[in-house]
């Protein structure tokens, strides 16, 4: 099984400044099937990022993702008061499909 | 419009069974690989299951694997999961989504075990 380790637990940053999220596999991951996914309180995860760079209909171009085999980063250039929520990473690549434990990003 | 409706969650005694289900619309539902995802109450998500376009393959997490299984009826544009032997630690929200990258989520049907 690959293990997802991502960081920080927890990110404090002001609207308008960069985040940059990590996401650690145990283990190579398959073909970079590598998702992100952000999620708020009482609402379903939202796919931001597919393929590990690809971005998911709709997703602002302020959500970038990176990385191959086992690092990969997920970037929001400039954080606007509505990306203040809980990121996910998600392997696909090979079963056990798991999660990370996710990323706060709170506002400072 | 794109629509994933779940049903079927309610309360349930340890080791008792249950069967959720998950009514896709607004595309080609045999198009498409399908998942299960459960999230406990101020958890983060847990994959569960998914299964190929066709049904031919299946995937379980390791606390499932042999309690529940996963199905689909592309005919009814409907995903299926069936659980037994179900455990307090099985208590969540699920989620039906679409895809293995999930593109597309219900608003989650609530199982509790008790």
């Known amino acids: 099984e690959i293990v997802l380790t991502q960081s920080p637990g927890t990110l404090s940053l002001s609207p308008g400044e960069r985040a940059t999220l990590s996401c650690r596999a145990s283990q190579s991951v398959s073909s970079n099937y590598l998702a992100w996914y952000q999620q708020k309180p009482g609402q379903a995860p939202r796919l931001l990022i597919y393929g590990a760079s690809t971005r998911a209909t709709g997703i602002p171009d302020r959500f970038s993702g990176s990385g191959s085999g086992t690092d990969f980063t997920l970037t929001i250039s400039r954080l606007e008061p509505e990306d203040f929520a809980v990121f996910y990473c998600q392997q696909y690549g090979s079963s056990p499909f798991t999660f990370g434990p996710g990323t706060k990003v709170d506002i400072k | 419009d794109v629509q994933i409706l779940e049903s079927g969650g309610s309360l349930v005694q340890p080791g008792g069974s249950l069967r959720l289900s998950c009514a896709a619309s607004g595309f080609t539902f045999s198009c498409c690989g399908m998942t299960w995802v459960r999230q406990a109450p101020g958890k983060g998500p847990e994959w569960v299951s998914s299964?190929?376009?066709?049904?031919?393959?299946?995937y379980y997490a390791e606390s499932v694997k042999g309690r529940f299984t996963i199905s689909r009826d592309n005919s009814k544009n409907t995903l299926y999961l069936q659980m037994h032997s179900l455990r307090a630690e099985d208590t969540a929200l699920y989620y039906c989504?679409?895809?293995?990258?999930?593109?597309?989520w219900g608003q989650g049907t609530t199982v509790t075990v008790s």
């Open positions: 989504a679409r895809h293995y990258a999930m593109d597309v």
């Open positions: 299964i190929s376009d066709s049904g031919a393959n299946t």
